[in-house]
């Protein structure tokens, strides 16, 4: 019998794709277990969340730290202590350097707002707003030193109407998101996810 995945999920802000996480283990249908959530920002809603979910936060504030590596030095710590198999970030809008990289690549994943490598970095679904494009979507990527670099997991697409907003454009993007992430922590709590170099492979039974 296969251990369940043990996941620590990055979040800074609403944590509606924590929320599905969280659901998913709670109905059976992701074999994994959430053993901590990291928060750069301790106000924000996905605490509130992790609590009612029964998990323990990690709430940390960056200025609090001579820099991003002692603080991500206090993560690593805490994440050894949890043996945690794989970092998932889910809306954390920090920048990951070396400390967790090193350690965690090929076990650390980010969702992110459009089809990249278009539309990187903060803002994603703005951009593609701004420039007028008819198909956006949703990236699930490993995360490495770059941005929004990694190798890409899984991509689904999003059309963007005539009459769309920013606003209706988010809510079409966060209903794929909170289906789509949970799929894939679920490929890789069954060993379905193969990292060749830079390619992603993934094993459909
Ligand atoms: N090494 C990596 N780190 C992170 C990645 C990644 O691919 N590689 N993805 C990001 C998520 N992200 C966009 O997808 C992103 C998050 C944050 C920022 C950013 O500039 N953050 C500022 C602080 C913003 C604030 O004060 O709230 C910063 O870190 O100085 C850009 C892109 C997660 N990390
Ligand atoms: N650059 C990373 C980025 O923009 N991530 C995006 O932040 C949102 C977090 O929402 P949530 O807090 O409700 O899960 C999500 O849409 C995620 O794709």
């Not at 949703?138 to 109407?161: K, L, N, S, W, Y």
């Not at 069954?190 to 039974?205: A, D, Y």
Request: proline fraction near 5%.
């Amino acid at each position: 019998m296969q251990q369940p995945l043990r996941i620590a999920v990055f979040a800074s802000g609403n944590g509606s794709n924590f929320q599905a996480l969280a659901d998913a283990v709670q109905a059976g249908e992701l074999d994994a277990t959430i053993e901590l959530l990291v928060c750069d920002k301790p106000k924000a809603k996905v605490v509130e969340r992790a609590k009612l979910a029964g998990v323990e936060p990690f709430i940390f504030e960056p200025k609090r730290y001579a820099s991003r590596e002692v603080y991500e030095a206090e993560i690593l710590q805490r994440l050894t202590e949890k043996k945690v198999d794989l970092i998932v970030l889910a809306g954390y809008m920090r920048i990951i350097t070396d400390t967790l990289v090193t350690p965690y690549y090929g076990r650390m994943i980010n969702i992110h707002p459009s089809l990249l490598p278009a539309f990187p970095g903060v803002n994603a679904i703005r951009q593609a707003m701004e420039l007028g494009v008819k198909l956006t979507g949703v990236t699930v990527h490993f995360v490495d030193g770059g941005m929004d670099t990694g190798p890409i997991i899984a991509q689904r697409a999003v059309e963007i109407e005539e009459e769309a907003t920013e606003a209706s454009v988010t809510e079409s993007i966060h209903a794929v998101e909170m289906k789509l992430y949970p799929q894939v922590v679920q490929w890789i709590a069954k060993g379905q996810v193969q990292l060749v170099e830079r390619k992603v492979q993934i094993i459909h039974s």
